[in-house]
């Protein structure tokens, strides 16, 4: 591992939209690392995008940049069906890897790569930039701290909405590849045995959406405690689920409405008041996050300072460099992927499907 000060060479495979317009300029705020090395088989996005970003090494199979060891740690953002066949390759050469969510899209094979993680020793984070939302923070902060101290009551239920179709702020610029892709990377199963291939598409939307407000369930009860409880989908819709959480249960509806805005919110009910989380768009620069706590005294809104409102994707890069480093940091790990995909298995479970 490089000393504290040495700059560490990051390892980007794929150079798409969520690259160009998240990863890439958050590795680029990072002082103490660097983009160096970029991997994609679309020859004209390959060439583009590494122009854009300096970056000299460019590979067309991922496999080439993994064989170099010219980098210390890489970040992988590809298309969902084959994002985990790459982790596992990079797992396999034993170097520390950020995936985008989601890391698989079952628990079988999620646990198969922290299984992998674990035997080579080898860090892989799952990436939920949520966490890194100083909003977010804000609102974990408080709310684990009413929990102790009873000052509203016991908790009684928590309501989550995410109806985000669209990113409501200018997206950046990006290029968008013109030509077909050189290689058919292999699959791992996009669906939990027993699903039926019709139900494909539902389930990877739960995979791919829901999962962030499951995994920041998860971040507020520490991994413990959650339950499938029910779960009703319509097709190409709305999907509603309840899940058990310690002392209370939770509903999150989500959907693919598009209503020109970013809509995500969290309602924390106590018996005696009201703590919420109304969530900015995850491309925004700077995060306008709100947390609101009502009760019968009155209303109270905080925001984060304004030196604090970074981007989460910012947050996440920073907090993968530290951990590369060996510095002790609440980064998401394959385990905790894990323990969202075995919540999003067990409401499969229980589905009722109508539409």
């Excluded at 102790?148 to 908790?155: A, D, N, P, Q, V």
């Excluded at 598409?201 to 409880?229: C, K």
């Excluded at 910012?314 to 969202?340: K, L, M, N, W």
Aim: proline share 6%.
């Amino acid at each position: 591992m490089r000393a504290e000060t040495d700059m560490l060479a990051i390892g980007m495979i794929g150079a798409g939209f969520m690259a160009q317009v998240a990863h890439l300029p958050a590795f680029g705020q990072v002082a103490s690392c660097r983009v160096t090395a970029l991997a994609d088989d679309r020859r004209d996005l390959l060439e583009t995008v590494g122009n854009r970003f300096g970056i000299v090494e460019r590979h067309e199979d991922f496999h080439a940049l993994l064989a170099s060891r010219s980098v210390d740690a890489v970040m992988v953002t590809m298309p969902r069906r084959c994002q985990s066949v790459i982790v596992r390759a990079v797992i396999e050469h034993r170097i520390p890897v950020l995936s985008e969510k989601p890391l698989a899209l079952t628990a079988a094979v999620a646990e198969d790569l922290a299984a992998a993680a674990r035997a080579n020793g080898t860090l892989a984070a799952a990436l939920y930039q949520r966490r890194f939302d100083a909003g977010v923070r804000l609102f974990a902060e408080r709310f684990h701290s009413l929990l102790e101290s009873g000052e509203l009551g016991t908790l009684m239920h928590l309501r989550m909405n995410n109806f985000c179709a669209a990113y409501s702020v200018p997206i950046p610029e990006h290029v968008r590849s013109s030509g077909p892709r050189l290689h058919r990377y292999p699959e791992d199963p996009d669906l939990p045995a027993g699903l039926p291939a019709e139900l494909r598409r539902d389930y990877e939307y739960t995979a791919n959406v829901a999962i962030h407000d499951l995994n920041l369930l998860h971040m507020l009860f520490g991994g413990r405690g959650l339950t499938p409880l029910s779960f009703h989908v319509r097709r190409g819709g709305c999907q509603t689920m309840v899940v058990g959480v310690p002392g209370a249960d939770a509903c999150l509806s989500v959907g693919p409405a598009d209503i020109g805005t970013w809509d995500q919110r969290l309602d924390a009910y106590f018996k005696n008041g009201c703590l919420s989380l109304v969530q900015d768009s995850t491309l925004a620069p700077q995060p306008r996050t709100l947390v609101i706590e009502r009760s019968a005294k009155g209303e109270e809104c905080f925001r984060p300072p304004v030196a604090q409102r970074f981007s989460p994707f910012h947050g996440q890069a920073s907090a993968f460099v530290d951990a590369v480093r060996g510095v002790p940091v609440a980064i998401a790990t394959v385990e905790d992927a894990v323990r969202d995909l075995r919540l999003i298995e067990g409401l499969w479970r229980m589905a009722a499907v109508t539409g």
